[in-house]
C-alpha cells in the first residue's frame, strides 16, 4: 500500500524544499501575505504535527479562495512536514502552478499509521486551522488523496460526509487487507465497523452519495487491485450518485500521475459548491 517509493530525485527534491520554505507565518514583517508551500504546526492532544500550506502566488484576503485537503500514500508518512508534498498534488502544482487557483492542505500521518481515527481528525484540524487563517469559501472546499490516502478520502469524506463539495479518490480502497494490517498499525472500531458491515462498499456510498466524485484507479496496479474502485463506483452508481470513473489502461500504481495531470480534473472539480446550510 505505498503511496510512492524513495528516489534520488525525491531526496534531492525535498532538499530543495527544505531549503526553500520559509518559516510557518501567514505574513511577512511588511505585512504582505506570503505564498508558496508554507511549512506550519499543529498542535492536537497534546501532540506537534507538522503540514503543509500551498498557496497561490496571486493570492488575496481580498477574495475567497477554493481549498484542497490532500491525503498523501504510505511511501510519504513521516515527522518532516515536506515529504507529502513531493509526490501527487504537490507535485502537479510545481510542474504547473496556474492548474490549481486554491489553497492546498497536506497534513502527515507518522510512520506506522493511516488516516483513521485520530490522524483523521488531525488532518480535519489542520483544514480547520488552514480556513481560520486564510480568506476561503467554506462552499468550496474539497478532498483527494492517493493510495492510503485514497482509502483516507474514503474514510474522511464518510466521516465529515457534509463539509465537502466533491472528492477525488485515486487508487484507494474500502476494506484492508488481512495481510495489509500489521503494516498500518491496529484498525479503529469505527473503520472496523465499515469492514464488517454486510456490504462494506454500499455502506460507505449510503453516506456520501450526495457528494460529486471522481474516482481513477490503474487498470494493471500491483498494489490496491483495481476491482477496489471498481465496486465502489458500482455501489455509488446503484446509488444514483453523481460519480465519474476513470481507469487507466497499462497504468500500475501510480495513477495519480496522469490523474492530477488531466486538464480537465481542476475545473471540474472546482466548478462545485457545498448546498448552503
Same mark, same amino acid.
Given at each position: 500500500?505505498?503511496?510512492?517509493?524513495?528516489?534520488?530525485?525525491?531526496?534531492?527534491?525535498?532538499?530543495?524544499?527544505?531549503?526553500?520554505?520559509?518559516?510557518?507565518?501567514?505574513?511577512?514583517?511588511?505585512?504582505?501575505?506570503?505564498?508558496?508551500?508554507?511549512?506550519?504546526?499543529?498542535?492536537?492532544?497534546?501532540?506537534?504535527?507538522?503540514?503543509?500550506?500551498?498557496?497561490?502566488?496571486?493570492?488575496?484576503?481580498?477574495?475567497?479562495?477554493?481549498?484542497?485537503?490532500?491525503?498523501?500514500?504510505?511511501?510519504?508518512?513521516?515527522?518532516?512536514?515536506?515529504?507529502?508534498?513531493?509526490?501527487?498534488?504537490?507535485?502537479?502544482?510545481?510542474?504547473?502552478?496556474?492548474?490549481?487557483?486554491?489553497?492546498?492542505?497536506?497534513?502527515?500521518?507518522?510512520?506506522?499509521?493511516?488516516?483513521?481515527?485520530?490522524?483523521?481528525?488531525?488532518?480535519?484540524?489542520?483544514?480547520?486551522?488552514?480556513?481560520?487563517?486564510?480568506?476561503?469559501?467554506?462552499?468550496? #472546499?474539497?478532498? $483527494?488523496?492517493?493510495?492510503?490516502? %485514497? /482509502?483516507?478520502? @474514503?474514510?474522511? &469524506? *464518510?466521516?465529515?460526509?457534509?463539509?465537502?463539495?466533491?472528492?477525488?479518490?485515486?487508487?484507494?480502497?474500502?476494506?484492508?487487507?488481512?495481510?495489509?494490517?500489521?503494516?498500518?498499525?491496529?484498525?479503529?472500531?469505527?473503520?472496523?465497523?465499515?469492514?464488517?458491515?454486510?456490504?462494506?462498499?454500499?455502506?460507505?456510498?449510503?453516506?456520501?452519495?450526495?457528494?460529486?466524485?471522481?474516482?481513477?484507479?490503474?487498470?494493471?496496479?500491483?498494489?490496491?487491485?483495481?476491482?477496489?474502485?471498481?465496486?465502489?463506483?458500482?455501489?455509488?452508481?446503484?446509488?444514483?450518485?453523481? #460519480?465519474?470513473? $476513470?481507469?487507466?489502461?497499462?497504468? %500500475? /500504481?501510480?495513477? @495519480?500521475?496522469? &490523474? *492530477?495531470?488531466?486538464?480537465?480534473?481542476?475545473?471540474?472539480?472546482?466548478?462545485?459548491?457545498?448546498?448552503?446550510?
Amino acid at each position: 500500500m505505498h503511496g510512492s517509493s524513495t528516489t534520488l530525485w525525491g531526496l534531492s527534491l525535498l532538499l530543495l524544499i527544505a531549503l526553500v520554505v520559509p518559516p510557518a507565518r501567514a505574513q511577512d514583517c511588511d505585512g504582505t501575505t506570503q505564498t508558496g508551500f508554507l511549512l506550519r504546526t499543529l498542535e492536537y492532544n497534546g501532540q506537534t504535527h507538522h503540514y503543509q500550506v500551498f498557496v497561490p502566488p496571486d493570492y488575496t484576503p481580498e477574495r475567497t479562495w477554493p481549498v484542497i485537503l490532500f491525503l498523501h500514500g504510505a511511501g510519504e508518512r513521516g515527522t518532516d512536514g515536506f515529504k507529502q508534498t513531493a509526490v501527487g498534488i504537490g507535485q502537479a502544482i510545481r510542474m504547473n502552478v496556474e492548474r490549481f487557483p486554491a489553497i492546498v492542505v497536506f497534513p502527515q500521518v507518522p510512520p506506522g499509521r493511516a488516516w483513521f481515527g485520530e490522524q483523521a481528525e488531525v488532518a480535519m484540524a489542520a483544514l480547520d486551522e488552514v480556513m481560520a487563517t486564510y480568506s476561503v469559501d467554506p462552499e468550496r #472546499v474539497y478532498l $483527494t488523496g492517493l493510495s492510503m490516502g %485514497g /482509502h483516507g478520502t @474514503w474514510y474522511v &469524506a *464518510y466521516h465529515w460526509p457534509d463539509r465537502f463539495a466533491a472528492i477525488v479518490p485515486i487508487c484507494g480502497f474500502i476494506v484492508f487487507p488481512e495481510a495489509a494490517r500489521g503494516f498500518f498499525g491496529e484498525l479503529p472500531p469505527e473503520q472496523l465497523e465499515i469492514q464488517s458491515a454486510e456490504d462494506p462498499y454500499r455502506k460507505v456510498a449510503e453516506r456520501i452519495k450526495h457528494l460529486p466524485i471522481w474516482v481513477f484507479h490503474g487498470a494493471d496496479d500491483p498494489v490496491v487491485p483495481v476491482e477496489a474502485s471498481r465496486r465502489m463506483v458500482e455501489a455509488l452508481r446503484e446509488l444514483g450518485a453523481d #460519480v465519474q470513473y $476513470t481507469e487507466y489502461e497499462g497504468v %500500475g /500504481h501510480e495513477a @495519480w500521475e496522469p &490523474a *492530477y495531470a488531466e486538464f480537465a480534473l481542476m475545473p471540474w472539480l472546482l466548478s462545485h459548491r457545498r448546498p448552503k446550510e
